[in-house]
Nanobody
């Protein structure tokens, strides 16, 4: 059974950094797109970044370009999201998801992790 588990969320001060991990089990990452999404209280879930686990090509939301970096380690069946220069508006529950298309829209992803909380506050 396909399973995704996020980890790495924490409380961090503005300007700080975090690295989130998305560990996959029950399937191999090859030929999937893995996306990172976030949802703040009272807001819709939004796409942050995605990566082709086969080619390594990436896609980012404008709000995180230049600050966040997505990467994958296929040998470890894990995708990472390095988040630098964090802002209070980055506060949200972060989810990873697996899909078959290069998209930042949640509707293109079928399998989701449980989420990890990121809080940016002084």
């Amino acid at each position: 059974q396909l399973q995704l588990v996020e980890s790495g969320g924490d409380l961090v001060q503005p300007g700080g950094s975090l690295r989130l991990s998305c560990a996959a089990s029950g399937f191999t990452l090859d030929y999937y797109f893995i996306g990172w999404f976030r949802q703040a209280p009272g807001k819709e879930r939004e796409g942050v970044s995605c990566i082709s686990t086969r080619s390594g090509s990436t896609n980012y939301a404008d709000s995180v370009k230049g600050r966040f970096t997505i990467s994958r380690d296929n040998a470890k069946n894990t995708v990472y999201l390095q988040m630098n220069s964090l802002k209070p508006e980055d506060t949200a529950v972060y989810y990873c998801a697996a899909g078959r298309y290069n998209s930042l829209h949640p509707n293109f992803y079928n399998d989701w992790g449980q989420g990890t909380q990121v809080t940016v506050s002084s």
